[in-house]
C-alpha cells in the first residue's frame, strides 16, 4: 500500500534520539545510569550539539575512547512534578530509594559495569516521539524499541510526567523481556503542549486514544495500557468506552474521586471556589503550584467510576495493583475496583506506599506474570 501524506508525516515525527553522522573528528562518551531503579546503561554522543540517548552495542562503548562521568550524574534529580500524593512540593528525585548507594564518585571501568549490566537483555534503543491530539497540541513520548511489534503504553499520575521514576522502573522492567514500552506526557504536563489543568480526564483519554491511534497507524500492536495513580483512572476510563485493548493495568488509581480534595483544598474549599471561582494551591513556602477552576473541579467530581467501570467489556483483562500502606489512595480504593470490572484481578502488595519505594520488585513481577499470562 502507498504511503499517505498523513502517515509519511507521522513517520517524520519519529525522531533518533542518536544520530550516527557527524563532521566532528571527535567524540566524547559519557556513560550513566539513571538512579533509583534498576541501572539503565546509556551512550550519550557529544558532537557541539546536545547529547542524546541509545543503547549501544558494547563493541561501541569500547571502540571510542575515553568514558567520562555525564552531566546526568547518579542522584540528580529528575525532571517531573508530583504523583498525585498532596500538595508537597517535593520533586521525584527526592524520593528515597536503596539503589541511591550506589551513587558514588569512586572510578569505575566502563566497560566492565557495562558488560555487567548488559548481560541477558535485550538490545534497546530510545526515540522520541511527537504525536498530535485532537486539540492540535504535542504530545510527547519516548519509545523504548526492543523491536517487537507489540507494545505497552505508560500513563503518568496527576502532575507527574513521562520522567516518573514509577514508569521509568516499569519501562526498565518491561524491556529487559524483550517488550517495546512507550511513556508519554499528559498535554499540560512535562513536554508535551497545552496548559495544566486539574481534572481533565476525559481530555487526557483523549490524548491516549490519539497516542493508540498512531501506533496502530505505524503498524505496531498495543498489547496494553498501564497507568499509575490518576493515569490508573484514565486507562479504565479508555477501557469504559474503547474495546480495542484487551490488558489494562490500573496501579494505585482511586476509585472515589469525592476523595483526596479535601487534602489540597481545604475542607471549606466549595464555599471558596464559588465566591471566587479558583483556588491557587500553594507549596509549604507559599509559592503558587496551579490553580483549581470551578469547571475542572467540576470535571473531576463528575467522573463516576462506579459506572465506567461496569462497562469495561468482559473480554478485557484487567489487574490492580495497590500498596497496602499507600498515604495518598486508601486501599480500600483497590477492593471496590475489583468489586466491580467484570475481568479483574487484585494484587495488594503488603507495606508498599504510593510509589511502592521499597516494593519495586514486586510490583514488578506481579505486572509481567499478569502479562505473560
Not at 116 to 121: G, I
Not at 140 to 156: F, N, Y
Not at 241 to 264: K, M
Not at 327 to 351: Q, R
Request: proline residues 3%; aromatic residues 8%; glycine residues 6%.
Amino acid at each position: 500500500m502507498a504511503a499517505s501524506a498523513s502517515s509519511l508525516s507521522s513517520a517524520a515525527s519519529l525522531l533518533p534520539l542518536c544520530s550516527s553522522s557527524a563532521s566532528s573528528s571527535k567524540r566524547r562518551l559519557s556513560f550513566s545510569f539513571h538512579p533509583l531503579q534498576s541501572p539503565r546503561p546509556f551512550a550519550s554522543l557529544s558532537i557541539g550539539q546536545p547529547s542524546s540517548r541509545v543503547f549501544a552495542a558494547p563493541e561501541v562503548l569500547e571502540s571510542t575512547g575515553t568514558i567520562e562521568p555525564s552531566e546526568e550524574t547518579l542522584g540528580a534529580p529528575v525532571v517531573g512534578g508530583l504523583e498525585d500524593a498532596g500538595t508537597s512540593p517535593l520533586s521525584l528525585g527526592d524520593d528515597a530509594d536503596a539503589d541511591e548507594a550506589l551513587a558514588t564518585n569512586q572510578s569505575i571501568s566502563s566497560s566492565k559495569l557495562f558488560h555487567a549490566l548488559q548481560k541477558d537483555r535485550p538490545l534497546v534503543s530510545e526515540q522520541r516521539v511527537l504525536i498530535k491530539n485532537n486539540y492540535g497540541e504535542t504530545l510527547v513520548g519516548i519509545l523504548h524499541e526492543t523491536d517487537s511489534k507489540e507494545l505497552v503504553i505508560l500513563c503518568h499520575g496527576f502532575r507527574s510526567s513521562k520522567e516518573s521514576k514509577t514508569l521509568l522502573n516499569l519501562a526498565d522492567a518491561l524491556t529487559k523481556e524483550g517488550i517495546t514500552v512507550f511513556r508519554f506526557d499528559f498535554s499540560g504536563n512535562g513536554e508535551s503542549e497545552g496548559s495544566f489543568e486539574y481534572g481533565n480526564y476525559w481530555k487526557e483519554v483523549d490524548d491516549l486514544r490519539a497516542v493508540i491511534l498512531y501506533f496502530l497507524e505505524q503498524r505496531r500492536e498495543v498489547s496494553g495500557i498501564m497507568g499509575h495513580s490518576k493515569g490508573g483512572n484514565i486507562v479504565l476510563l479508555y477501557a469504559s468506552i474503547y474495546q480495542d485493548i484487551l490488558t489494562v493495568i490500573n496501579i494505585s488509581g482511586r476509585f472515589a474521586l469525592g476523595r483526596g480534595i479535601e487534602e489540597r483544598l481545604r475542607e471549606d474549599f466549595i464555599e471558596r471556589i464559588r465566591r471566587d471561582g479558583f483556588i491557587d494551591v500553594k507549596d509549604q513556602t507559599g509559592k503558587p503550584l496551579y490553580r483549581v477552576t470551578e469547571k475542572s473541579l467540576m470535571d473531576r467530581l463528575a467522573i463516576d467510576m462506579h459506572y465506567s467501570c461496569l462497562l469495561i467489556d468482559n473480554n478485557c483483562r484487567v489487574l490492580t495493583v495497590h500498596g497496602s500502606a499507600d498515604e495518598t489512595v486508601p486501599v480500600e480504593d483497590a477492593t471496590e475496583f475489583a468489586n466491580f470490572i467484570p475481568n479483574h484481578k487484585l494484587h495488594i502488595i503488603e507495606g508498599a506506599d504510593h510509589r511502592y519505594t521499597w516494593h519495586r520488585a514486586e510490583l514488578t513481577s506481579t505486572i509481567l506474570d499478569f502479562i505473560n499470562k
